[in-house]
């Protein structure tokens, strides 16, 4: 990965194009931004998930004031000298208990002891000990239990409706060991049945082994360039194991700062995004002022994008387009890890190109129309305007992601026709034209295309003699006369979800290459997911000659055939057949049913 990475840089030098590494010398994971739940030792030069060593007591990173002791008086608390000692990996020091009088209910009372680990772990073994010398005080009588969340309805309440994990009312070991399954856990307690006995507790211990179980996250530091850039392709170089998922996600901006930071005015509820000098407020600013006069965080919507959706964790292995507006001056990546207990996943490094010398300021672009027919062929106009400046160098090419095959037929530059070559795939154009270089100018691209369900038109716009990076279009109001301002298009709502396309009318299998079977084409729409869809053939009388069940979609045409014999292979006679084909959605069943002739 190492040699493809150089190799990559030295081809970026002959292109104007520059290589951005996270990760690597210049700019390493822990002064690049901020890390949570990352472990950045383990592998030098890589964050990964934390791996808890199975040797490792859990409760050594806890705070002492996260011990709780549950007793009918609250306010009678273990002391913090107390709650140290049996958290402290000295066996010699144990916080000693005696029995306590409630002069209300006129009974002895003990207390149970709560620890707040702080955050799930996956802890697989308990420990408790009182000091050998003082073996007459542990504790005989006991129950243990374990809680994901937060039990009972106060900090001193134990956790009664949790079942226990251990119980012994006949202990004689001043050292208590339970292993069990891995689980996730926050809250442990332990439940002394002695109230009128003294006990006591050197050491309390919990391991884990696994992941920890707790969303991790990388978060870089607003990357600032020295002119708005494009955006070409980003990559990493990375492990994941199967269960974890992975989210790299980029975002782009006009302004240092993604966030807007509001200051309480002191009169009623109102905040402003102001200082007292009337400049917008910053962030060194907001965190300065006291806590009672800092208001809200919110996202800065007029001058940064939205985090990417994002991109695929394999695809990106290899790369992937940026699709964070462009050209922008600022830009900021972000790393979502979700592992579980026993899949996780690191990065070595993250890195994407970019240039500086960009065709345009910006591009907007729509498409029309915005709303037709599944399925069906449709005329659509794609329009862009550029703004042009000083240093731009205009674009010669185009290129646009389409749902299914196009066909580009035609091209105008403010309003005129003119020659273009394109190259058509199965899932988009490219196509080139004379270099649009003027500031406003109208490009309209006229194709057809089918759509079956919700379809972006993404597209990108670049100039083919420089072998700059593309800029990926803005969608906007390119063109008054269309109404959508939109790359997107949806289908009528009013199409079903199945919908057969074409049926055989008449079938002769009399082996002259024609007719010879019944074919059956549907069309699948607006599904999520994958379904399971069964043609079944009867005949007349309702006895099924045919099933067959396939998982299909989640939107396309599709076809089946079959070849007039049953069960045994037999040719079945002349006469009228019933086909039935049916789709098992989330909403239910959708079936489609018709009829076809068998002649010979």
Request: aromatic share 12%; glycine share 8%; with cysteine.
């Amino acid at each position: 990965m190492e040699a493809i990475l150089l190799a990559i840089l030295a081809l970026g030098s002959l292109w104007g194009k520059e290589i951005y590494v996270i990760g690597e010398e210049e700019h390493p994971w822990e002064e690049a931004g901020t890390l949570e739940n990352l472990d950045v030792s383990t592998e030098p030069g890589w964050i990964r998930v934390v791996y808890l060593d199975s040797t490792e007591n859990l409760v050594l990173w806890m705070d002492p004031k996260d011990i709780y002791g549950v007793r009918p008086i609250p306010n009678t608390q273990i002391s913090d000298r107390d709650k140290v000692s049996m958290v402290d990996g000295d066996p010699t020091t144990a916080f000693v208990h005696r029995p306590e009088w409630d002069p209300y209910s006129k009974t002895w009372f003990t207390q149970a002891l709560q620890f707040d680990l702080g955050r799930l772990l996956p802890v697989y073994r308990i420990r408790f000990s009182c000091r050998e010398e003082f073996r007459n005080h542990l504790i005989r009588k006991y129950e243990v239990r374990v809680a994901e969340e937060f039990p009972g309805l106060g900090r001193w309440s134990y956790m009664a409706d949790v079942e226990p994990i251990a119980k012994d009312m006949e202990n004689i070991r001043t050292v208590v060991d339970i292993t069990f399954p891995p689980r996730p856990v926050r809250f442990v307690g332990i439940r002394p049945l002695m109230p009128t006995e003294i006990w006591e507790v050197a050491e309390v211990e919990v391991y884990g082994k696994g992941y920890l179980p707790s969303k991790a996250r990388f978060t870089s530091k607003v990357i600032h360039f020295d002119s708005p850039a494009a955006w070409g392709r980003i990559w990493w170089k990375g492990w994941r194991e199967e269960g974890a998922k992975v989210e790299i996600q980029t975002r782009s901006g006009t302004d240092d700062t993604p966030d807007v930071y509001w200051r309480k005015t002191g009169v009623g509820d109102e905040q402003v995004w102001w200082s007292e000098s009337g400049r917008p407020l910053t962030k060194e600013e907001y965190y300065a002022m006291k806590p009672d006069r800092r208001g809200r965080i919110t996202h800065d919507f007029e001058h940064w994008s939205f985090w990417s959706a994002p991109y695929d964790f394999e695809e990106g292995l290899k790369g992937v387009p940026i699709v964070s507006p462009a050209p922008r001056p600022y830009f900021q990546v972000r790393v979502t890890i979700t592992p579980t207990n026993y899949a996780g996943a690191g990065l070595d490094f993250i890195a994407f190109e970019f240039s500086t010398k960009v065709p345009a300021y910006e591009v907007l672009a729509e498409v029309d129309p915005c709303e037709v027919r599944p399925g069906e062929k449709v005329s659509f106009t794609y329009a862009l305007r550029p703004r042009i400046k000083d240093g731009n160098t205009g674009f010669d090419h185009l290129k646009v992601r389409t749902p299914t095959r196009p066909d580009v037929k035609w091209v105008k530059i403010d309003g005129e026709e003119v020659a273009f070559e394109d190259d058509v795939y199965d899932d988009g154009f490219v196509v080139s034209f004379p270099k649009v270089d003027r500031d406003q100018s109208l490009l309209e691209v006229g194709f057809d295309c089918s759509v079956l369900g919700y379809t972006r038109f993404d597209g990108w716009v670049w100039d083919g003699s420089s072998e700059e990076l593309p800029i990926f279009l803005q969608e906007g109001d390119a063109l008054r006369r269309l109404p959508g301002n939109t790359l997107s298009v949806r289908i009528s709502l009013k199409e079903p979800v199945l919908s057969v396309v074409d049926a055989s009318r008449v079938v002769t299998p009399n082996g002259d290459d024609e007719e010879d079977t019944f074919r059956i084409s549907y069309r699948l729409l607006k599904l999520t997911k994958k379904v399971p869809v069964t043609l079944k053939i009867y005949d007349i009388s309702g006895r099924l000659l045919k099933e067959e069940r396939r998982i299909e979609g989640p939107q396309g045409v599709f076809s089946r055939w079959w070849d007039g014999r049953d069960g045994e292979g037999n040719l079945v006679p002349p006469g009228v057949y019933i086909y039935r084909l049916s789709a098992d959605t989330d909403e239910g069943v959708e079936e489609r049913t018709g009829s076809f002739v068998m002649a010979y």
